[in-house]
């Protein structure tokens, strides 16, 4: 089997208030297109519950050229591209069929979860993995470049751990964290016509219902640095990095 390949439509509730997608919603957009793939591979949901395992996303770099707008119409093509004893990497094309262009190129790495314990599971625990891995890549980029703290918050914004946050591996989504994240960049900003256009994500610790957060910011040029931590204990949950541009 190839690349896989699914449809997605920018519909009302993708889009912010300037009709741009919104990153979350991209991220959710990424993660459904993995997910059917892995079923697919015989590697996902319904192949390791059984096991008491889940699959979590660790990293993500996305390079962003075009911001998809709202009723765009997206062919958002992804492969897995190889793995380690404890991580599994995964590439993802996405072409904005409406204007023809490429509009996002990511690379994302996954590590196995036990749904019991919360730890770690070595990638060999799926059987069919050997038969899933291809070795291009969506760029040349390692996976694991630096991703910087928020050292000295410059803004901030506070938020709590929602039973909707919580997804089907009992864990907060993936993409609730960019939602904190975003919830720190200030509307100033994004009003000056600010978009991204590099984002890269590292998951560090877990968080659950009914945990207070705090999403912090600062700015070296043009470029975000967040931090997502638990605002009770300080513990650092999450480090996003967005590069900005001017649409």
Known sequence: MGKYSQLAKVSTRDANWRAHLKLPSLLAFLQEAAT??????????????PLGLGWALTRMHLKIFRVPAWQDTLEIRTWP????????????????????????????????INLHTRRLERISAVKNWDAASFSEKAFDEPIFTKISPCEKAQYSARCTVRK???????????????????????????????VPAELKMHFIKEVSQGNPILSECSFDG???????RRADTGEECARVNICWTCD
Request: aromatic share 6%.
């Open 36 to 49: 059917e793939n892995a079923d697919l591979l015989g590697v996902g949901r319904k192949d390791i519950l």
């Open 81 to 112: 591209s190889g793995r380690t004893k404890i991580a599994a990497e995964r590439e993802f094309e996405v072409a904005d069929l409406t204007s023809g262009e490429t509009a996002v190129l990511g690379r994302t790495q996954w590590v196995l």
């Open 164 to 194: 909707d946050d919580i997804d089907i591996n009992l864990h907060v989504n993936n993409a609730v964290y960019l939602t904190w994240a975003m919830e720190a960049v200030p509307n100033e900003y994004l009003s000056e016509g600010h």
């Open 222 to 228: 043009a470029e975000s640095r967040h931090s997502i």
